[in-house]
């Protein structure tokens, strides 16, 4: 079976993938894009191109159009959308990062509100889920708010504004989309695991809108939680109350792969998709952050290491090969 009809069969709602559309032109690579409409992938997140920098590129200016290419490759083909992401620290333009004027807290809430309400209320139910807040939490140390210039400024209550924000717009709309918190490194039970969720049980009491955590599962082969520890994790959110799903799945390795860490990742990958298999109805889907290893952001994230993805090819426009990694996916549905 391919990959989403196989994660539907589990009872997950997709097996999907990120795309950077229009971003790479991975859209233009014909055995990149068949592989995309084939039926291993029923969900699609858009790898950049939803975010602040492109969406809100001048201060109330709202530009959609990327936004748009990106919708109209993918609706139609029956794929849900995670959509993603509308407060991160990265990827935010210069009149956020660099004022002419200084931003107060509410100066600078404000623009937060403005910027979440827009993008909610414009795209509505073409969303699955919105990642409200994208890795507001730190690793050093794990669990503290990390700085940047939503914290700087406004403190924690950047993120409960975010989310208010987006569930004012969720009842304005009278929408059914989905709001998440995504973050990394919370994959497995840690003090970074617990600020998500003690920020899941913060939301719940004020009455904000929280449906869903995203954990990341950006992984390192041979250093990726396994099944029992990644169960007990998503099984702590849905105590909570609120779904789980794998958002951004790959795991990388030293390069050039060989026969032990290609093995290594086969596991890492079975694991994972099999952690959300075992944990039952609240964990939904998985997602891996692209599946072809020629458009993967890992070799120009992290220099030296690479072969993260499901596919690999001689170079663009050529055709994909599945690697092992595949049918752990597939073996663990
Ligand atoms: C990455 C994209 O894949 C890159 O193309 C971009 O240059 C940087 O962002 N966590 C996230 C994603 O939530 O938005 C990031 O995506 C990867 C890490």
Redo the contacts with the bound molecule.
């Keep these: 079976h391919p990959l989403d009809v196989a994660a539907k069969a589990a009872g997950k709602l997709w097996f999907g993938t ?1 795309a ?1 559309i229009p ?1 790479t032109g991975e859209a233009q690579d014909p055995y990149w894009a068949a592989e995309f409409n084939s039926t291993d992938f029923g969900e699609a997140t858009p ?2 191109i939803m975010k602040f920098v492109f969406t809100e590129p001048e201060p109330n200016v709202f530009n959609y159009t990327g936004a748009e290419q990106f919708l109209s490759f993918v609706e139609g083909t029956g794929k849900l959308v995670r959509c ?2 509308l407060i ?1 620290q ?2 935010l333009p210069t009149w956020i990062t660099n004022p002419t004027v200084n931003w107060t807290n509410a100066t600078l809430t404000a623009a937060l509100r403005n910027h979440v309400t827009n993008l909610v209320e414009y795209f509505g139910d073409r969303c699955y889920s919105w990642d409200v807040v ?2 507001a939490f730190s690793d050093n140390p794990a669990g503290a708010y990390a700085s940047n210039v939503w914290f700087d400024t406004i403190g924690p209550a950047y993120v409960v504004e975010a989310f208010d924000a987006a569930t004012q717009a969720v009842k304005a709309k009278n929408l059914a989309v989905k709001l998440y918190y ?1 973050d ?1 490194n919370i994959e497995y039970l840690g003090n970074k695991s617990y600020a998500a969720q003690n920020l899941v049980t913060e939301l719940k009491g004020r009455g904000i809108q929280i449906d869903g955590v995203g954990l ?1 599962s ?1 992984f390192i082969a041979g250093e990726t939680p396994d099944k029992a520890s990644q169960m007990a994790n998503m099984q702590a959110f849905i105590n909570l109350g609120v779904d789980v799903a794998i958002t ?1 799945l790959d795991v990388r390795l030293n390069l050039p792969p060989n026969a032990t860490t290609e093995a290594q990742q086969v596991l890492d990958y079975y694991n994972s998709v099999a952690a959300c298999v075992a944990v039952g109805d609240g964990c939904i889907g998985v997602t891996v ?1 692209d599946f072809d290893d020629e458009y993967s ?1 890992v070799p120009g994230t992290f220099p030296g290491q690479g072969y993260a993805d499901l596919f690999l090819s001689n170079g663009p426009n050529e055709p994909l090969t599945r690697k092992a990694a595949y049918d752990g996916c597939l073996q663990a549905l």
């Design positions: 990120a950077d971003g790898a950049n993603h992401n991160w990265s990827e994208n890795e995504n990394y990341e950006h951004e952050w952001w």
